[in-house]
């Protein structure tokens, strides 16, 4: 609808940022609570003229002008027939508009947003502003619950379109700094900007505000970019929603989410359309949609479960505040001139219309949250049919009529046959961002293509694969070993069965298994054998060694695949292939083969150097082969291979069975679900809580046990998606279960500190902060700690220091904190002079370690202290090693400790 150009008798809904600010009008003498002319002491707030009118933005930012005012003067209508005096132009009208709620509300808040109430006492002072802010959190706690994928990520990065002063902004990034890395503030007015500007400022969050004079229904932001498009009190003003919301999709990411609140049209059936078309009319609202046709618009541009949720009563308690203060300031206040209390009577009045057109429900007030869909490209024919059921993902083979845009390509799903090489990649379009293979083998695909197109690659079918593999390569270790391949068709004998016909196979029990690689499908295997052959020999070689797993499964690494190979009764290569694998079964590795010994290839043909083996088989310098694999693939039927009698080739069936075709369609569904947070997550959310749980108890337990607690003073605490699990208090350590921690320390001490290191370290995940004798006595050395030993060697130049302020319950020494902290790059450990000490790291088991060995470590410096003797200091480079050999995979805190710790403890 058109904005309305003349006057009419009712007060209009006043589309500045809330849609409630009051117009303004007083002659050259007032004095409306402050706001005169000569209180701005030379601001921009001082205002000229014998009155103001202010709608500082109508439909997408534009001002509506009403010719009975002039050209130049932003209008709104008057609210009655009472007296008005002509109007006056206003410089900086958005900081009079916050100076006006300052004072009328009585908040001294930039939040002038409608609010959320659910557990705050409106007769408390600056209980508007603290509903606004409530508001903002509720929105962005629905945001995450539409992205619990991106809950606990350090990057996370969104829009907010329409923000205004950047309150909601703001608040966010200083709020959750450990996770909001951006918000973009998108916003017409200039002078709002400037605001926002400096505010961020203020609040030491400039780095991750970043505001932009635009439109929101025409951004200069890139493409699918955005985390969450967010919105707060904003789309009033859009000329067209359908545009704006368009918008919005156009900037977020695949998977993202959209979250608006907003005023919109009543659906009551008793309303009539005309008196609906008045209403907008009157208050110059261009495009005024009901909550149906919000959910209808946003559908048709793309957007996915689109949800509105009514908030009107919510809306119906802010309008009663501000009836509430406006008459307090009628009966007590000082309203200066008469024509500035006609203005708050009018307001007044205004409000009290307001509350009852909410009761009749001509308009309403709520939040809409939706999906941007994820689109897939079926790139090969699937082996069966491919079944959908997750609405947020959309196959662009498939026509939908609701939806105005063209679907773009996130996703893109091939077969082993389907080859991948760099050409092919980068001709992919820029939007594809996941390459689903259903197969086992990558060496399809250009992974290093990928990585600089910033492709994800998935398998499909995976655990199907692995253990399809592993049962067929098992079953084929078995029989070569037991020599029962060269039995076919072997006669029974004619003189009858005895105890020493055909007798050359070995067990599994005492053999010796050589296994090339480490990866999911040989762990696999190698669990398997240990059910049925625990005693067995099974030495490896990999490029990455798993410390926890070979000594889990007593497996023996050795560098050296020749040694490996002399050493074996059979050799199965499982490595991927790539150019460090290609032949790494040489002719020089077959040649350590004992005669005795077999091969079994159930990786890539061109693994083993087919001519090499070929030649070993033909002069039975080795047993046998069996080969699931070949290169070339198919072999040829003239090869020689084919003709000899100890070498076995199957097909390359070890997957072919309709369980693998069916997994490896079904799991791309969930795979995509997974990548882009579209479901399939609460139950992993609920394991890794659990877990998380577990650690944090099992650390407080030991505490207790090794003698490292203060009854129930100190804290652990660990870092869950959005929140941070932490010590109950007013509980034994000895005692404390995983269902005690708590999302929120009732100890202001420990928020001030954990906050304080978790802001300065994103990347850290848990902390433990104690008050151990050594520790302390340490701190309150002039020298403080001093690295002298080889166990100092974890905290060799990672020991930073801070000068304990007192009690640490102001929230004012977390900065502080902070600044101590990111002073000593990387370090692990904050030793506060006189206090106590905090180690952290990217894990409970991690930093509980590091803890323990930094009090034994004080403890040792404490002795060579008191033994008088002169102290002998290692070299500098001699630590520097020391300290490098410490963070080995093998060696980290943590590491081989933890397991043996946690059999210490139960909960039963």
Request: glycine share 6%.
């Amino acid at each position: 609808m058109a904005p309305n150009s003349t006057m009419t008798d009712d007060q209009p809904i006043c589309v500045s940022d809330s849609f409630h600010f009051a117009s303004f009008w007083t002659d050259s003498s007032a004095n409306l609570a402050g706001m005169d002319r000569g209180s701005s002491s030379g601001d921009d707030d001082s205002i000229s003229g014998a009155g103001v009118v202010i709608n500082t933005r109508n439909g997408a930012g534009r001002r509506s002008r009403n010719p009975s005012f002039g050209s130049d003067v932003d209008s709104l209508a008057p609210m009655n027939e009472q007296p008005v005096l002509k109007p006056f132009t206003v410089a900086n009208p958005d900081r009079v508009k916050l100076k006006f709620y300052s004072n009328v509300l009585g908040d001294n808040s930039t939040f002038i947003h409608y609010g959320k109430w659910d557990g705050l006492d409106t007769d408390q002072p600056g209980a508007y502003g603290r509903a606004s802010e409530a508001m903002t959190d509720y929105m962005y706690k629905l945001s995450m619950g539409l992205l619990p994928h991106r809950a606990e990520s350090n990057d996370f990065n969104y829009v907010d379109l329409g923000s205004g002063t950047g309150a909601s902004a703001i608040h966010l990034a200083a709020k959750h700094s450990l996770t909001v890395s951006s918000a973009t503030c998108i916003n017409v007015c200039h002078e709002q900007n400037v605001n926002a500007i400096e505010r961020a400022a203020e609040l030491n969050v400039s780095d991750k505000i970043n505001v932009v004079d635009a439109s929101f229904d025409e951004t200069p932001c890139p493409s699918n970019h955005y985390d969450l498009a967010f919105s707060q009190d904003a789309y009033i003003h859009a000329v067209s929603k359908e545009k704006a919301f368009a918008e919005a999709y156009r900037v977020t990411k695949p998977g993202g989410a959209f979250v608006f609140c907003d005023l919109v049209c009543g659906n009551d059936p008793d309303l009539t359309v005309q008196e609906l078309a008045q209403f907008a009319e009157r208050n110059r609202i261009n495009d005024w949609l009901n909550p149906n046709q919000i959910v209808k618009t946003c559908n048709e541009v793309g957007w996915a479960d689109v949800t509105f949720v009514d908030l009107s009563t919510d809306l119906r308690i802010s309008f009663q505040l501000m009836l509430k203060k406006v008459t307090f300031v009628l009966e007590h206040g000082d309203t200066g001139t008469s024509s500035s209390r006609v203005l708050l009577m009018n307001y007044r009045d205004s409000i009290c219309r307001r509350i009852t057109q909410i009761e009749r429900g001509v308009f309403k007030w709520g939040v809409c949250h939706a999906r941007k869909p994820v689109c897939m490209d079926m790139a090969v024919k699937p082996p069966v049919p491919f079944v959908k059921t997750n609405h947020l993902i959309i196959d662009t083979h498939e026509e939908d009529e609701t939806r105005k845009v063209e679907s773009e390509k996130n996703v893109v799903v091939i077969d082993i046959l389907k080859k991948m090489n760099k050409d092919t990649i980068d001709a992919l379009p820029s939007t594809v961002e996941l390459l689903i293979t259903m197969s086992a083998g990558l060496d399809h695909i250009d992974l290093n293509a990928c990585k600089a197109k910033g492709i994800v690659v998935k398998n499909s079918g995976r655990d199907a694969l692995t253990s399809h593999v592993v049962q067929y390569c098992l079953s084929f270790i078995i029989i070569g070993l037991r020599d029962a391949l060269n039995q076919l068709s072997v006669p029974f004998p004619s003189s009858g069965w005895n105890l020493n016909w055909n007798c050359e196979g070995k067990p599994l029990t005492s053999s010796t298994i050589a296994i090339i690689g480490l990866g999911l499908i040989s762990k696999s295997l190698v669990e398997e054998i240990r059910k049925i052959a625990p005693d067995a020999r099974i030495i490896y070689n990999t490029r990455t060694r798993d410390i926890d797993f070979e000594s889990k499964h007593k497996l023996e690494y050795f560098s050296d695949v020749k040694e490996l190979a002399r050493l074996c009764d059979v050799l199965v290569p499982m490595c991927a292939l790539n150019k460090q694998t290609e032949h790494i079964i040489s002719k020089d590795v077959i040649a350590q083969l004992q005669p005795h010994a077999g091969f079994i290839n159930m990786a890539r043909g061109k693994v083993v150097d087919t001519d090499a083996l070929t030649e070993a088989l033909e002069t039975k310098a080795i047993k046998y082969a069996i080969l699931d694999t070949t290169y070339p693939e198919p072999l040829p039927s003239t090869h020689t291979l084919w003709s000899l009698d100890n070498c076995f080739i199957f097909p390359h069936y070890a997957t072919n069975t309709m369980s693998v075709r069916e997994a490896l369609v079904n799991e791309i569904e969930p795979i995509i679900a997974d990548h882009y947070g579209l479901g399939h997550s609460d139950e992993r959310r609920k394991a890794e809580e659990k877990a998380l749980r577990y650690d944090l108890a099992v650390a407080h337990r030991l505490a207790a046990q090794y003698g490292m607690d203060m009854l129930v003073r100190n804290h652990i605490s660990a870092r869950h998606r959005t929140g941070c699990l932490i010590t109950p208090g007013r509980k034994m350590w000895g005692k404390i279960t995983p269902d005690d921690l708590v999302y929120s320390s009732s100890n202001v001490t420990a928020g001030v500190i954990h906050d304080a290191v978790y802001s300065a370290r994103p990347d850290i995940k848990a902390l433990i902060r104690l008050h151990t004798p050594a520790a302390t006595a340490i701190s309150c050395l002039e020298e403080g700690f001093q690295p002298i030993t080889q166990d100092d060697a974890y905290f060799y130049g990672k020991v930073a220091t801070y000068d304990w302020g007192g009690l640490s319950d102001d929230a004012s020494e977390g900065p502080l904190i902070s600044a101590a902290v990111k002073a000593v790059e990387g370090c692990n450990t904050l030793l506060m002079h006189n206090h106590g000490f905090v180690c952290f790291g990217p894990s409970v088991r991690h930093a509980w370690v590091l803890a323990y060995y930094f009090e034994k470590c004080c403890e040792i410096q404490l002795r060579v202290m008191q033994s008088g003797g002169k102290l002998r200091r290692p070299k500098k480079a001699v630590m520097q090693k020391a300290a490098e050999g410490s963070y080995l995979p093998e060696f980290a805190p943590g590491v081989c400790e933890w397991e043996a710790l946690c059999e210490e403890i139960s909960f039963d």
